[in-house]
T-cell receptor, first 112, second 112 residues
Framework: DAKTTQPPSMDCAEGRAANLPCNHSTISGNEYVYWYRQIHSQGPQYIIHGLKNNETNEMASLIITEDRKSSTLILPHATLRDTAVYYCIVRVPQGGSEKLVFGKGTKLTVNP | DAGITQSPRHKVTETGTPVTLRCHQTENHRYMYWYRQDPGHGLRLIHYSYGVKDTDKGEVSDGYSVSRSKTEDFLLTLESATSSQTSVYFC???????????FGEGSWLTVV
């Protein structure tokens, strides 16, 4: 039931930028785009989120297209520790019964 | 990590025995959640809490109960464990401001 579509896997060379795409063509006006990642055997880790403007924090940058139908997560200098499954989700950040739908995500492998 | 601690991190138990998982948070967040993650199903919401003694069911609540007697602790109890409850259980909190959801590191439960 995920509202997002992501490529199943991507590779990136260590030290290079990793650009992970996400399509969310049915996104509603009040839905935010959130990115999480899950490293094997760990809990999902929050990365970044945005509504319509591009966002940047210490971990990554988020580029959202003007029509909001797609976005790209950018890890500017990927390291081996960034190897993980990356999930793009859309949600309205309010309400109690948060049925987060993570989908299958993108398996990013950072190669030495 | 939003100050979330799950215990135990790993447990093996026998069918028919009761099991309690504990989620502890240190930052006074109002909303707390229990999810389970299984291959092919992604994250599924079991129960959530919106305050002390205030809880509600998620999408897969059968066989589980919860309690929240104080803000910092949210307990998940399997009344009589079954093999189908073998899973990874994640606790999550929702920030009081900003509404971002953060996850704990997970509790691996095996029912034999």
């Amino acid at each position: 039931d995920a509202k997002t579509t992501q490529p199943p896997s991507m590779d990136c060379a260590e030290g290079r930028a990793a650009n992970l795409p996400c399509n969310h063509s049915t996104i509603s006006g009040n839905e935010y785009v959130y990115w999480y990642r899950q490293i094997h055997s760990q809990g999902p880790q929050y990365i970044i989120h945005g509504l319509k403007n591009n966002e940047t924090n210490e971990m990554a940058s988020l580029i959202i297209t003007e029509d909001r139908k797609s976005s790209t997560l950018i890890l500017p200098h990927a390291t081996l520790r960034d190897t993980a499954v990356y999930y793009c989700i859309v949600r309205v950040p309010q309400g109690g019964s948060e049925k987060l739908v993570f989908g299958k995500g993108t398996k990013l492998t950072v190669n030495p | 990590d939003a100050g979330i601690t799950q215990s135990p991190r790993h447990k093996v138990t026998e069918t028919g025995t009761p099991v309690t998982l504990r989620c502890h948070q240190t930052e006074n967040h109002r909303y707390m959640y229990w999810y389970r993650q299984d291959p092919g199903h992604g994250l599924r919401l079991i129960h959530y809490s919106y305050g002390v003694k205030d809880t509600d069911k998620g999408e897969v609540s059968d066989g589980y109960s919860v309690s929240r007697s104080k803000t910092e602790d949210f307990l998940l109890t399997l009344e009589s464990a079954t093999s189908s409850q073998t899973s990874v259980y994640f606790c999550a909190i929702r920030e009081n401001s900003g509404n971002t959801i953060y996850f704990g590191e997970g509790s691996w439960l095996t029912v034999v």
